[in-house]
């Protein structure tokens, strides 16, 4: 474990803009630094990382909303029942 602390963010995003960085690029890096975070493996800025989840719960919304719709289209393809 390094002795530096990450910044949440900006591990994921580097320095692009949160509109440049993909759903499934965010969910996964965020799912590889929130397990590194948990087993101890990486330490977190704590003091601002409940602001960097903001990025987290934006990917997740829209993957939500993207399911979500997949879910009605097959559900009209598929008919009434």
Not at 42 to 66: G, I, N
Request: proline share 4%; charged share 35%.
């Amino acid at each position: 474990m390094s002795d530096r602390e990450l910044n949440f963010a900006r591990e994921i995003l580097g320095s692009r803009s949160y509109r440049d960085v993909p759903d499934d690029e965010v969910l996964r890096e965020a799912e590889r630094l929130l397990g590194d975070w948990m087993s101890g493996e990486a330490r977190m800025e704590r003091p601002k990382l409940y602001d960097h989840y903001a990025l987290l719960l934006l990917a997740l919304t829209r993957q939500v909303r993207t399911l979500e719709a997949r879910v009605s289209e097959l559900e009209a393809a598929r008919g009434p029942q």
